[in-house]
């Protein structure tokens, strides 16, 4: 028989997500305490923050962050993104912070925006694949605020930066809750990892990440990868256009073009291959999980399970990871869907979704330019 039923955001659309946002967390100081003593021991810790939830490590620590790589199977020229905490000094990071980086870190840190900024020469080598630029974020979420202060307190400069890529392996489906982490990471967790619970992602979607790490060489703001900050806020705030990557722009996180993929086989359809797909036409064998705007036909065939999705881009990217986890759980033959908007507003969900679908060699047609 053919199920209904539906995915919904668990933070209404518009929900603010910077300038230090809520969690309804539970994690006490002990635990901070705790986390933060490992990382400054070099061993690894998960904590959320209000994107996904972050696999960390000491960033200044070649093992530390080489034990990151180790767990994920991370490639070791691909960079990770360095956390820190409110009030840092980028300065022990960046050689410049040219005055664009400081009216964006005005405008919207803490919050789901990094900044690619050109990197000390002493420093940040381990987490910039080998590149000369770093990537730097504060994040909003309290408990992130709170572990990254602990640690940077431990420091003898009191200075310090959390490398931490999403807690999740390689090319996998980014996690959105702390039991996302524990079942993606089994054997760190029984060995000791804390893994901080700090509710579900307000964002649920990777940062948005801009290079300025270019900008002496007339190069300008390029936008390396979507997310919640939109290249029109950011355009907004500088009083210039952003650009898009060229052949000699930075290496970022999750960039691939194929990414964020369930280990279901995904495919992006247009709402006419939905209609025959509901009516049993050209249907893959097994049973199908459909993602759709509308609300399910009431002729709809039997082996298709459909799931009714927000059409709001906040709201969807919220839910978009703890549903491709549930779906993946539910041992379908394939992941049908429909394929999202294709204006302004959507661009960071179809970045995801569509190298979701692009890791499995399907038409992709569809797919937006990133």
């Known amino acids: 028989m053919s199920t209904r039923s539906s995915f919904s955001s668990e933070v209404p659309a518009g929900a603010n997500v910077g300038r230090g946002a809520g969690s309804g967390s539970s994690v006490d100081e002990v635990s901070i305490s705790r986390a933060a003593d490992r990382l400054l021991a070099g061993e690894l810790v998960a904590f959320p923050t209000e ?19 180790a767990a ?6 691909h960079p990770v993104i360095v956390h820190v905490a409110p009030g ?4 022990y990071w960046a050689r410049e912070i040219p005055p664009q980086a400081q009216r964006l870190i005005e405008a919207f840190w803490p919050g789901p925006l990094t900044l690619i900024l050109p ?13 000369d630029s770093i990537g730097l974020r504060c994040p909003s979420h309290p408990v992130a605020q709170a572990l990254l202060s602990a640690f940077a307190a431990g420091k003898p400069n009191g200075q310090g930066g959390v490398a931490a890529p999403s807690a999740n392996k390689f090319g996998q489906v980014s996690p959105t809750h702390a039991n996302h982490v524990r079942s993606e990471f089994p054997a760190e967790v029984a060995q000791g990892m804390p893994v901080l619970d700090g509710g579900p992602s307000e964002v649920g979607i990777e940062s948005t990440i801009l290079d300025l790490s270019r900008l002496a060489q007339g190069a300008g703001p390029v936008l390396l990868r979507p997310g919640h900050i939109t290249p029109a806020q950011i355009e907004a705030v500088l009083g210039e256009p952003v650009g898009m990557p060229d052949a000699a722009a930075p290496r970022a996180s999750g960039t691939l073009k194929a990414h964020y993929a369930p280990h279901t086989p995904l495919e992006l359809v247009t709402l006419q291959r939905l209609a025959e797909v509901a009516n049993g036409q050209a249907l893959p064998a097994g049973q199908v999980a459909v993602v759709a705007f509308d609300t399910a ?6 082996r298709i399970i459909w799931h009714t999705v927000a059409n709001d881009p906040a709201s969807y990217a919220q839910s978009l990871y703890a549903m491709l986890r549930e779906l993946d759980s539910g041992r379908y033959a394939r992941i049908l869907v429909q394929t999202p908007p294709q204006d302004a507003s959507w661009r960071a969900v179809n970045d995801r979704i569509g190298r979701a679908a692009a890791a499995f060699s399907l038409d992709t047609t569809d797919l937006s330019e990133t």
């Open 51 to 69: 994107t996904v939830y972050g696999l960390g490590a000491d960033a200044e620590n070649p093992h530390a962050v080489a034990r990151i790589y």
């Open 72 to 77: 994920k199977g991370r490639p070791s020229n």
């Open 88 to 91: 840092a000094d980028l300065h």
């Open 119 to 131: 990197r000390v020469a002493e420093r940040g080598e381990v987490v910039s694949g080998g590149q």
């Open 297 to 302: 036909p009431q002729a709809l065939d039997d």
